[in-house]
């Protein structure tokens, strides 16, 4: 036992151990990811920043609330047991600050550095209405315009349907997440919906491309334009006409209220499915909940310039904060993708198939899943199979 706690402390000078078992294709969460001599599917038309400083990258690591700050340093305790090459600059930002410097000093650090990863920031609905979001703040500002959440079946966790694999793609910059509400009269509130018709094609192409890239079979556009005819009509033809330019990618559109009803009863009919912000929270939380919980999916955020990685439903998970029983799978694998995002693709499956094993192998699960095991507990596993497997990992 006391051996076993020395193999995982990283209190003393770590030395490197190279096994040379270096891969060209890699498996990403749910999905074959190119080898780093071609474009990364989840990256789009996003070019990730070179490396730094003798092949080492920079990344905004932004700790946010609740759990976020012990999940994202388990991370970077896994990132030093790998030797993986990112230096994290770290910059807090502090929710329950009226003013915005916190949140600007963020994005001024992602512009430098190009990639961030990130916890949830909480949104307190108790404070002013002049009070954004820090969250949205940062997607707008940064015009990380397309939410990417792979929802796949982990085979070692228990789930009323198997097998699952949708790829979810949200327009992440407008809609009812714009922002603009004002009272007209007293006990009157209106709140805008905006849906243009230059960030609509523009996620339906991004949504098709990745189809394309990814040999998915199915486009499914989400929306209510039967009630909401000029926002949501113009969101579903813009999807049309880009469906046009890929007949070798199927396209049909449902109603977000029968979504819901049908990713519950019979997920498996979809495939890719891209919508308008608010129902690609709430079809991101269901399908979260249908492979097991928040705490198994990674999300992801891409536009031109910049990406920021976190956990796919953005929960700040407070009520579990501090306990050692929060479930780390979702944040590390966001890394792994912003790992995979950085063309340091053999790091990402190497800590990727460690989680993978964990998970499906050793079946250490925690609480949420139906298992007993703590955080901590969790990703020594993970450390231990990186150990045990290679091709990068450490020793005292």
């Known amino acids: 036992m006391a051996s076993s706690r ?24 749910g999905a074959v990811v190119p080898s780093r001599r071609e474009k990364s599917a989840y990256t789009g038309q996003s070019i990730p920043p070179p490396a730094r ?10 700790p946010g609330d609740g759990i976020g700050p012990e999940l994202l340093n388990h991370v970077r305790e896994l990132f030093r047991f790998s030797c993986v090459p990112v230096d994290f600059e770290v910059v807090n930002v502090n929710s329950s ?18 990639v961030a990863l990130k916890g949830n ?26 939410n990417v959440m792979h929802c796949q079946s982990l085979p070692g966790v228990q789930t009323r ?32 919906k905006i849906i243009t018709r230059n960030n609509s ?22 929306h209510k334009a039967n009630i909401m005819k000029l926002a949501d009509g113009l969101f579903l033809q813009c999807c049309k006409e880009v469906a046009s330019g890929y007949p070798d990618v199927a396209f049909d559109s449902m109603i977000v209220d029968n979504t819901t009803m049908q990713l519950v009863s019979k997920p498996h009919q979809f495939d890719v499915m891209v919508m308008p912000n608010l129902y690609g929270n709430v079809v991101s939380n269901v399908c979260a909940g249908l492979v097991g919980g928040p705490g198994l999916v990674p999300g992801a955020n891409y ?3 910049y990406a920021v990685f976190e956990t796919a439903t953005r929960n700040t998970g407070k009520s579990i904060a501090g306990r050692n029983i929060a479930n780390p799978t979702a944040m590390l694998l966001a890394s792994c993708l912003m790992l995979d995002h950085l063309k340091l693709h053999d790091y990402a499956t190497m800590i990727r198939n460690a989680i993978h094993t964990t998970m499906n192998e050793t079946q250490l699960h925690t609480a949420d899943i139906g298992g007993q095991g703590t955080t901590s507990e969790v990703v020594q596993s993970v450390m231990r199979h990186i150990q045990s497997g290679g091709p990068l990992t450490t020793e005292l």
């Open 161 to 192: 349907h198997k097998n699952i694999d949708i790829i979810i793609i949200r327009e992440n910059t407008e809609g009812e997440y714009s922002s603009l509400e004002h009272e007209s009269v007293p006990g009157v509130v209106e709140s805008l």
């Open 97 to 114: 600050l009226t003013n915005e410097d916190d949140i600007n000093n963020a994005i001024t650090a992602i512009r430098r550095n190009g």
């Open 53 to 62: 400083y003798g092949g080492r990258h920079t990344v905004t690591l932004i």
């Open 303 to 305: 536009g031109r310039d």
């Open 6 to 29: 020395a193999l995982l402390s990283l209190s003393r000078p770590l030395q490197t151990v190279w096994s040379g078992r270096l891969g060209s294709t890699v498996k990403g969460f």
């Open 121 to 146: 920031i909480e949104t307190n609905h108790t404070l002013p209405p002049s009070h954004k979001s820090r969250n949205n703040l940062l997607r707008t500002s940064l015009d990380l315009y397309a």
């Open 201 to 222: 094609l523009r996620i339906a192409d991004y949504a098709f491309r990745l189809a394309r890239e990814k040999g998915r079979r199915r486009v499914t556009a989400v």
